[in-house]
């Protein structure tokens, strides 16, 4: 029996089930030996406890994976977050899918208001992911956790798929495995769900389901990409930082050489530029300080890990340095400064302006068009 442990998997997140190391993937403890269906101890500990302990693949296995679709004739579906977009999108995706059809599903639209214009949000979706070199066929804007316009999801996926396997991919935390649980629900008998989690890196391996017709969902693991704060922040700073009702804009009037700290996670600095005003986008866990640019660096210096958290004191050792990006704002309207994992403010001036962004080494800074 004990032979055979090899060639099992954890119904879980799909890894290779093992039971002589506790530390590595697919451990199964011995009172767990004899369950069905058999889960690893560490999805038992999420599912039970909510606790994910850290295990992660190689980033060499996860781009391999992503490397065989395109020999595949698959329907790709690629889940994104709408509050980490650029962060979550796959980056080279399109060299890996080669000809199949990619549908693009967009989590997270809860955390926008009520009244956003929800085909303009598509419009700009499309335009980013044609920008990021991505084609899609459709694209499709949902909620995981509201359980909003997920039927659309599944109608779309069951109208795109024709007589074909469905391959699910994303970068972690994206809402992935909800959405294959759904799936599963939809189009299988079978009677498991995958380890839900609000911890990065939660699938492990890919797992591949049996629908009723004889095809499968192919349900990839999550790409864990460095450059989002989310994947590099404490475990403890992660329930600050992932945003779980709709973001309130935090708009504040500036004067050049006026400083936000985003609690000790990131620093804007309004460098130049006409009186304008700046619409912060993020979590309601994180806080926000405004002071002037001057006392910025001293401020940093004596309040971070306590006034200026999260992360905490202790915390912060772990943590890359603070580097600076320098933004110009061009003339002629709105835009985005988004970072990655933290949100975005939005410049809502038409004069133009120079700003630097001082975020954790690595994570992506960049300018874009208004989101909203």
């Not at 781009?63 to 709408?82: E, K, Y």
């Not at 890919?206 to 192919?218: E, K, M, V």
């Not at 912060?316 to 704002?329: F, G, K, Q, S």
Request: net charge neutral; charged share 25%.
């Amino acid at each position: 029996m004990e032979n055979n442990w090899s060639t099992k998997k954890c119904a879980g997140c799909g890894v290779s089930l093992q039971i002589e190391d506790a530390s590595r993937p697919g451990f199964v403890p011995e009172a767990a030996r004899e369950r069905e269906p058999i889960i690893c101890q560490r999805c038992f500990r999420i599912k039970h406890y909510n606790d994910a302990s850290s295990v992660a693949i190689d980033q060499d296995d996860f781009l391999r994976l992503l490397g065989g679709i395109g020999s595949t004739n698959s329907l790709v579906v690629h889940i994104v977050d709408l509050f980490d977009f650029e962060g979550s999108m796959i980056s080279g995706l399109q060299r890996f899918v080669g000809n199949n059809p990619v549908l693009l599903v967009v989590n997270k639209i809860d955390l926008l208001p009520k009244v956003t214009n929800w085909n303009r949000l598509r419009n700009w979706v499309q335009k980013q992911a044609k920008a990021g070199g991505l084609r899609v066929v459709d694209v499709v804007l949902c909620s995981a956790r509201r359980n909003i316009g997920f039927d659309r999801v599944v109608e779309a996926i069951g109208e795109l798929r024709g007589d074909r396997d469905v391959y699910v991919v994303g970068a972690t935390n994206v809402g992935k495995s909800t959405l294959v649980n759904r799936l599963i629900a939809d189009y299988s008998d079978l009677g498991r769900e995958l380890t839900v989690s609000r911890y990065p890196g939660t699938t492990l391996d890919a797992i591949s389901i049996p629908l009723d017709d004889g095809r499968s969902i192919i349900d990839m693991p999550g790409i864990v990409y460095k450059s989002r704060l989310s994947e590099i922040v404490p475990r403890e700073t992660l329930h600050a930082l992932l945003p779980d009702k709709p973001l309130k804009p935090l708009t504040y009037q500036f004067y050049e050489k006026q400083t936000l700290f985003f609690g000790g996670l990131a620093r804007f600095d309004f460098t130049a530029g006409e009186r304008q005003s700046f619409t912060a986008y993020l979590s309601s866990g994180i806080p926000v300080h405004r002071t002037k640019q001057e006392r910025a660096d001293e401020l940093y210096d004596n309040h971070r890990g306590e006034m200026l958290s999260p992360p905490s004191r202790e915390e912060l050792a772990d943590m890359p340095p603070l580097v600076r990006h320098n933004l110009r704002i061009p003339p002629g309207g709105p835009k985005d400064i988004f970072i990655s994992g933290l949100g975005w403010i939005k410049a809502n001036g038409s004069t133009g302006a120079v700003v630097d962004v001082y975020a954790p080494k690595g994570i992506k800074v960049l300018l874009r068009d208004c989101i909203l």
